[in-house]
């Protein structure tokens, strides 16, 4: 791996100076001192990190300072929302590497920044953003993938990184989306062709979208929870009041891990609740078992 020279970058609304080459973010020009927000580089963890792997400990968790390690991956050291130190084990495959760096430690970042992260993917439908989020396996992706080959663009999959100003905006991600083999089958990709790697509960494969996605920080205009239910058909509802909130609070990216440290910060609950107050906010229950998305599509581009 080559050390010595310097990518930047600039995704979910940071600017990234990396020693390490990241294929699927998006490069930007050279950066000034003061424009960067965060360093990617390779190193050395602590010295209680190699303590910790001896006794089979593998990760700490504490606001300003985080720390994982994957077996036969790396090392990962994440510190005051501005540094990422990577420490490749021996024969590491460099592609699995990068994929942490571009999902977990830029989620911790965030926490650490107090920017707001929910995880699921974000579709523009008339030039206004609409996260859909859920559980794992709820079928974020698959309807993120569905509306964007039928013409919608995309700008973020996983990961919605919110900007709060004068509007309420989504930052652009990276134009690639990672699909379950399942979805890789029902939208007709050759799960062969591409990289994969396996998440916290599954494989996932990562699929170019260069021509569906939208390098634009766009407004929000809604969040849309997506669960499996006990029902026949698709069932819709507005989400109305504080359980607007509930969603965004319970579908924070990597939002599992803010009890190592005593839970969400108040300028964290603050931004919530104008995102809360600012926005609209739906349920789709859909059968379990089923595949309906031709009728989700239909009520994303009917909502918009």
């Not at 020009?29 to 000034?32: A, E, H």
């Not at 001896?54 to 593998?58: E, L, P, R, S």
């Not at 260069?210 to 634009?216: C, L, R």
């Given at each position: ?7 930047n970058y ?16 998006i490069?930007i020009?050279?950066?000034?001192v ?11 963890m602590?010295?209680?990190?190699y303590?910790?792997l ?5 990760n ?7 720390w994982?390690h994957v077996?036969?991956?790396a ?5 005051n ?9 021996k024969?590491?495959n460099?592609?699995?590497v990068n994929v942490f760096?571009?999902c977990s430690c830029l989620?911790?970042?965030m926490?650490?920044?107090d ?5 699921g993917?974000?579709?523009v439908?008339?030039?206004?953003a609409?996260?859909l ?8 992706s698959?309807l993120t993938t569905?509306l ?5 663009k995309?700008?973020s999959d996983d990961?919605a990184?919110?900007e709060?100003d004068?509007e309420?905006k989504?930052n652009?991600g990276?134009?690639?989306q ?6 890789m089958?029902n939208?007709n990709?050759d ?14 494969y990562?699929v170019?979208a ?7 920080d766009?407004k929000?205009?809604a969040?849309v929870e997506?669960?499996e239910?006990?029902?026949?058909n698709i069932?819709?509802?507005e989400i109305r009041?504080s359980?607007k909130?509930?969603i965004i609070?319970?579908?924070i990216?990597?939002g ?5 440290w005593?839970?969400?910060?108040n300028?964290?609950f603050?931004?919530c609740?104008k995102?809360?107050n600012n926005?609209?906010c739906?349920?789709i229950?859909?059968?379990?078992g089923?595949f309906?998305?031709?009728?989700q599509?239909?009520?994303i581009e009917?909502l918009?």
């Open positions: 791996m080559d050390r010595c020279n310097t990518y600039r995704v979910y609304g940071l600017n990234i100076k990396s020693q390490i080459r990241i294929d699927e973010f490069e020009d050279n950066l000034k003061d424009d960067i927000d965060v360093d990617y580089e390779y190193g050395s602590p010295e209680r990190c303590e910790l001896k006794k089979g400990v593998t700490f968790y504490e606001k300003n300072e985080i994982f077996r036969n991956v090392s990962y050291y994440i510190c929302g501005n540094k990422v130190i990577v420490e490749p084990c024969e590491a460099n592609i699995i760096l571009m989620g911790f970042i926490l650490q920044r920017k707001v992260a929910i995880h993917g974000t579709i439908v008339n030039d206004k609409v996260i989020t859920g559980d794992r396996g709820a079928g974020k698959t569905a964007r080959l039928k013409g919608h995309f700008i990961v990184a919110v709060i004068d309420i989504i652009h990276f134009p690639y990672k699909l379950c083999k399942d979805a089958i939208f990709y799960y062969k062709e591409v990289i994969s790697f396996m998440s916290d509960s599954q494989m996932k990562i170019p260069h021509n569906q996605f939208t390098y634009d766009t929000l205009l969040v997506i669960v239910g006990d029902v026949e069932l819709m509802t009041g359980k909130l509930n609070i319970k579908n990216y990597r599992e891990f803010m009890p190592y005593g839970g969400i910060t300028k964290y603050t931004k609740l995102i809360a926005i609209k739906y349920k229950i859909r059968p379990r089923k309906t998305v031709e009728e599509v239909k009520f009917e918009v």
